[in-house]
């Protein structure tokens, strides 16, 4: 088993890699919602995060082997931001739309930006195989945790933001290379896991903006991971979480993370498990 962490852009990296070699990708991109990613600016119009979007996905496809799943952790919606650089790029933004924030009298809102559904569009042209998507839900069953407070008012209320969603597709194919083809329960002993809503607690980490825990990559390795050989890769490392799963489940890594900052302390983690697993350092 090995574990390769480098640091850099994504894309860049992704070119230096042969086509096929990756089984599964597992990522969760930034969202254009201006949180803190160090040496990244999470905050473009629209239709250039849309394009960068769309690279980032060409290279994941084009490095992935036939039958290799694609899973993308993404909101299924974001909410309007009125701070945002280019506020006025989101989605259904209304010009002439008369309010009021921090006690002044505005002009111009917006409502969502439908993130989720737009990478799901890109996916699905870029390869048609597309899985059936996952709900992962913030919390236990019955508990499910939103960070979001703002409720609107009776004539206007909020969705409170409580799950995310796992985008899978394919590529070329539905069945991936190392399985039986065997069905039931002693093949596929998933029970939890090939239902569509995962309720998972979030990791609450102070090291990333946003992580998520570490039991979704390791459930996904689960799922679509049976070679020997494979290779689990991860564009968008953060703070390594994808690389520890691959340790703790035995499979081979290799990740990106452009923030020199992120990428040492997913170096510090992943040594220290090596240390606990008594495997040789990468």
């Known amino acids: 088993m090995t574990v390769q962490l480098y640091l850099g852009d994504c894309i860049q990296f992704m070119r230096t890699l042969s086509d096929g070699g990756i089984d599964l990708s597992i990522f969760s991109p930034p969202y254009n919602c201006r949180k803190a990613y160090g040496t990244f600016v999470d905050e473009m119009p629209w239709s250039d995060y849309y394009d960068w979007i769309k690279q980032v996905l060409e290279e994941v496809y084009r490095v992935t082997v036939l039958g290799g799943v694609v899973a993308v952790n993404v909101p299924g919606v974001v909410r309007w931001q009125a701070q945002h650089k280019y506020s006025n790029t989101w989605q259904g933004f209304d010009p002439e739309y008369k309010t009021h924030?921090?006690?002044?009298?505005v002009v111009g809102k917006g409502r969502i930006e439908p993130l989720g559904f737009r990478l799901f569009e890109i996916m699905q042209a870029l390869d048609p195989h597309m899985r059936e998507p996952i709900m992962w839900v913030k919390g236990s069953e019955g508990n499910a945790i939103s960070s979001d407070y703002r409720m609107g008012c009776d004539s206007d209320p909020y969705m409170r933001p409580a799950h995310e969603w796992i985008l899978l597709g394919s590529k070329g194919r539905w069945f991936h290379r190392g399985g039986t083809g065997r069905r039931g329960r002693e093949a596929v002993p998933f029970i939890d896991y090939t239902k569509d809503v995962w309720f998972m607690t979030p990791?609450?980490?102070n090291h990333h903006p946003a992580p998520f825990p570490i039991e979704l990559p390791l459930r996904l390795i689960r799922l679509f991971v049976h070679a020997k050989d494979?290779?689990?890769?991860?564009?968008?490392?953060?703070?390594g979480t994808t690389a520890l799963a691959c340790l703790e489940a035995g499979v081979n890594f290799v990740g990106c993370e452009i923030d020199p900052i992120f990428h040492a302390y997913a170096e510090r983690s992943i040594r220290e498990a090596q240390m606990q697993l008594a495997l040789p350092e990468f």
């Open 203 to 205: 990791d609450r980490s």
């Open 230 to 239: 494979a290779v689990v890769f991860d564009p968008f490392a953060g703070k």
């Open 101 to 105: 924030r921090d006690g002044k009298k």
